[in-house]
Nanobody, 124 residues
């Protein structure tokens, strides 16, 4: 089992920045690829970013590429999502997820463990 706890969400004006953190406990964190997903009201959960177990490979959704960065610190069992140049359409609950797989994946059903989510609200 892996437990995931997100933090760092909040209210920010358009153009601002936030950094989300996700701390993992339980099974060896470094065995898992990690992803960030988001879900806006009335919409399906969508992929935002993923990072390999080593941090050597990342994949970002087109809608956030150039604005968001995903990193991880295996010594701290933590994955981060740095979000810059935020837009109102980035407003959503952001979830981190763990995937025991080598290939970076983008479908929510492919991830094994999920956090409870953190709200990000971007005002115009």
């Amino acid at each position: 089992q892996v437990q995931l706890v997100e933090s760092g969400g909040g209210l920010v004006q358009a153009g601002g920045s936030l950094r989300l953190s996700c701390v993992a406990s339980g099974r060896a964190f470094s065995n898992y690829a990690m992803g960030w997903f988001r879900q806006a009201p009335g919409k399906e959960r969508e992929f935002a970013a993923a990072i390999s177990w080593s941090g050597g490979s990342t994949h970002l959704a087109g809608s956030v590429k150039g604005r968001f960065t995903i990193t991880r610190d295996n010594a701290k069992n933590t994955v981060y999502l740095q979000m810059n140049s935020l837009k109102p359409e980035d407003t959503a609950v952001y979830y981190c997820a763990a995937d025991l797989n080598v290939v970076l994946r983008t479908a929510p059903y492919e991830y094994d463990y999920w956090g409870q989510g953190t709200q990000v609200t971007v005002s115009s």
